[in-house]
């Protein structure tokens, strides 16, 4: 993969003709569900067809000390599934010690999430990259802040304004979760770009009917379904995906409104 570099100490943006072709919201049905396995195979996928492509992380939660710094491992796999090679701190603005929900997190490091330096640190990148994946954090509506009123990352999403790449945890009870996702996303006038199936349980029974009856209840693409692997990783996760519909498709769609915080 053709790696494109910039200077580690450039910091501010780049003027484009034009912003990223395309990007991407990536949400799951819930945490631990491959996200992060997918978001990095869609990069690998988009780079095989020659496109400028980085991988960014909202918010990293869990992460560990390495030569000075803290470093999460989602963060590392989007980093280096990325073909434009960024400074570190560009591919996540908030990456937090503990492994918990992000809200408890920040407030027990005393760090306030603001969705604008978030939207901000997207808007650097797209204006070098083709294409640009933003992964959220666990599920769709996981709180980015202790009050009931605080955003919560369907509201970040909203804010960015980008079609959303649901990634299915295949298990038990996928269905109704994939559903009501999917509702979620439509309910804040976001597109869903398309589905991923990813096989998190290898035991899981009646798998291509729980599949089938999620992509005759779902208006979007299905992506492609990734086997359990042993041993996961994207470059061989983006075998099993066809990104087709995305990058050929997502130029003529209309993008939705961007909101304000």
Not at 75 to 104: F, G, M, T
Not at 182 to 208: C, F, K, Q, Y
Request: overall charge negative.
């Amino acid at each position: 993969m053709a790696e494109h570099t910039l200077p580690l100490a450039l910091q501010t943006p780049v003027a484009r003709i034009a912003p990223a072709r395309h990007a991407f919201f990536v949400t799951g049905t819930d945490t631990e569900i491959g996200k992060t396995l997918v978001s990095s195979a869609l990069l690998h996928a988009a780079a095989r067809r020659g496109l400028v492509c980085a991988g960014l992380k909202s918010v990293a939660a869990g992460a560990s000390e390495r030569n000075g710094r803290f470093v999460n491992e989602d963060v590392e796999q989007l980093h280096h599934a990325s073909s434009l090679k960024l400074p570190d701190d560009w591919y996540c603005p908030y990456v937090l010690k503990d492994a918990s929900a992000p809200h408890i997190a920040a407030a027990a490091e005393g760090v306030a999430l603001d969705c604008s330096v978030i939207r901000a640190g997207y808007a650097r990148v797209a204006a070098r990259a083709d294409l640009v994946i933003v992964e959220g954090v666990g599920g769709f509506r996981v709180p980015l802040g202790p009050d009931a009123s605080a955003p919560d990352t369907a509201d970040l999403a909203r804010q960015l304004a980008l079609p959303v790449i649901l990634v299915v945890g295949l298990r038990l009870g996928c269905i109704s979760h994939a559903l009501l996702t999917a509702e979620a996303i439509a309910s804040r006038g976001l597109t869903l770009a398309g589905w991923v199936a990813n096989h998190v349980d290898p035991d899981m029974r009646h798998v291509d009917a729980n599949i089938e009856a999620i992509a005759t209840r779902l208006d979007a693409p299905l992506l492609g379904r990734v086997p359990h692997l042993p041993h996961p990783d994207a470059a061989t996760a983006s075998g099993y995906l066809d990104i087709a519909p995305l990058v050929d498709a997502s130029r003529h769609r209309a993008a939705p409104r961007a909101h304000a915080c």
